[in-house]
């Protein structure tokens, strides 16, 4: 049983580590998260990016470039 405790929390607490603001950006799930984690370096970065520089950004489309510029320069 102590197993199978120690296996879930390690579960949980990977999964709480990897939690960003891009999360709850809709329409990035975790393929196009990775894509951006990998383009800019940090969660930080992608949310001071600027529109160009979204749009740069291998899978992300124009649309949803928007989409993730607005979510964090909405006023």
Not at 1 to 10: L, S
Not at 14 to 37: C, M, N, S, Y
Not at 47 to 65: F, Q, Y
């Amino acid at each position: 049983a102590h197993r199978f405790a120690i296996g879930t929390h390690r579960a949980k607490r990977a999964k709480a580590v990897g939690a960003t603001p891009l999360d709850e950006v809709p329409g990035v799930g975790a393929a196009r998260k990775r894509a951006l984690l990998a383009h800019f370096g940090s969660a930080k970065a992608v949310t001071r990016a600027n529109l160009a520089d979204l749009k740069a950004v291998e899978g992300i489309s124009d649309t949803l470039a928007e989409a993730i510029y607005d979510f964090f320069h909405a006023s």
